[in-house]
């Protein structure tokens, strides 16, 4: 079994295999499994004590000239210890399990989740509880929705949560040509380009835009270069451009504002360094 395999299997639900990725949202889950390490020491204990009761069980069948007294306790000592071993497995059963598990190296470094709605499932034998969720790239507030939680218990086999959202405000959709309306003014924009480090954006036939609101609202931090474009569309100044076919990431420094950028504009969102 690979030493990479992971604890916890993600299964991306609700239908969103044909959507769009929201870029730089991540949640990375821990977890733990039940104490395992009492195992070894219940296992010696059983294999002390069988071994005791079979010496004991050897000296009077072989050496009766020595004295019963000795052998007699020495397997009442092996049959105790053996005895409370086994009993302790029959009621450990999950602690057996996970030392099984952590031996074949199921154990895995923490699940990193980038798209969402995601469900995490359980596939060992033994219930995982999540130790904490760590929530990174929102634009607005962090708000944690769905079923799973920090302290939730995912039962053994199958056992299984819902993260629905991580971000108070989701980011809009994070494909090329993808196209929207700017908030306040209704003008339209459209995705030249897009990756997981900087989007290129174009005014989709011109008007006014909060660049840094719409970067933010597609999950970056800031706006990165911006200018002019002559009137194309994810081009500059070289005639019929679109984001289908993209001309020139040509940068003049023109547009204004960042909050309130006019005319035929073109800008890249991307995120701060650190």
């Not at 995982?128 to 939680?149: D, F, P, V, W, Y």
């Not at 989007?199 to 609101?213: F, H, P, R």
């Not at 002559?230 to 504002?257: H, I, K, L, W």
Request: proline share 4%; with cysteine; glycine share 10%.
């Amino acid at each position: 079994m690979k030493s990479k395999k992971l604890i916890l299997c993600l299964a991306v639900v609700l239908g969103m295999m044909g959507s769009a990725r929201l870029w730089a949202q991540s949640a990375t889950v821990t977890y733990s499994l039940p104490e395992a390490i009492p195992v070894l020491g219940h296992s010696l204990l059983l294999l002390l004590g069988a071994a005791l009761a079979g010496v004991a069980v050897f000296w009077l069948r072989h050496r009766p000239a020595l004295s019963r007294n000795v052998s007699v306790a020495l397997l009442a000592s092996g049959v105790v210890m053996a005895g409370s071993a086994s009993l302790w497995f029959s009621q450990n059963t999950q602690a057996v399990a996970a030392a099984t598990n952590i031996l074949f190296s199921e154990n895995s470094s923490p699940v990193e989740v980038t798209t969402f709605p995601a469900e995490l499932t359980n596939d060992l034998s033994v219930p995982a509880t999540l130790r904490s969720i760590a929530i990174s790239g929102c634009s607005t507030t962090e708000l944690l929705t769905g079923t799973c939680s920090v302290g939730a218990t995912l039962e053994a086999s199958g056992g299984s949560c819902l993260i629905e959202s991580i971000c108070a405000s989701n980011p809009l959709s994070g494909e090329v040509c993808f196209s929207s309306n700017e908030f306040a003014t209704e003008d339209p924009w459209v995705i030249c380009d897009i990756n997981e480090t900087e989007a290129w954006i174009s005014a989709d036939t011109g008007g006014t835009y909060n660049a840094l609101a719409i970067c933010q609202g597609l999950g970056y931090d800031t706006v990165g270069q911006q200018g002019g474009t002559c009137g194309n569309v994810c081009g500059y100044c070289e005639g019929t451009t679109s984001c289908e076919n993209p001309g020139a990431r040509t940068f003049d420094g023109g547009g204004g504002d960042i909050t309130a950028m006019s005319n035929t504009v073109q800008w890249t969102c991307v995120n701060n360094p650190g």
